[in-house]
């Protein structure tokens, strides 16, 4: 389950977000910088993805929604930057989840990938194309 999280849970969203780097990490103050930017955009949100069962955070995912006319309330298009999931987590298909949710919550608007997320957005565009 996909819950919105732009001025909550630091800790927790600090800690999900360092899975969303592919080379080095960055230090603690990157992180938060990053962090203090999408909340200084009001275009940008953080989506943490809890377990139903037992509610924990496993997963991230950073979205800017991308407005054509920004006297819309529905966003032409939705920008996934980062994407993480616990290491533990993995290959279980909750990103997939992450995406599907992603979708119902923005039908009316494309899903496009940031340049850290191509391959992966990709995958899972062409996995829900296969199952809708």
Do not use: C
């Amino acid at each position: 389950m996909l819950t919105h999280s732009k001025t909550k849970n630091e800790k927790v969203v600090l800690g999900l977000l360092s899975y969303t780097y592919t080379e080095s990490s960055p230090n603690n103050e990157e992180q938060k910088a990053y962090l203090d930017n999408i909340r200084d955009n009001k275009n940008m949100d953080i989506l943490l993805y809890k377990e139903e069962v037992d509610n924990n955070n496993i997963g991230i995912v950073v979205i800017e929604k991308i407005f054509k006319d920004e006297e819309t309330l529905v966003p032409d298009s939705i920008l996934i930057h980062r994407v993480g999931i616990m290491p533990s987590f993995r290959d279980e298909g909750r990103g997939y989840e992450m995406f599907r949710e992603i979708k119902a919550m923005f039908p009316n608007s494309t899903i496009i990938a940031g340049v850290s997320t191509m391959d992966l957005i990709a995958n899972w565009s062409a996995k829900y194309l296969e199952n809708n």
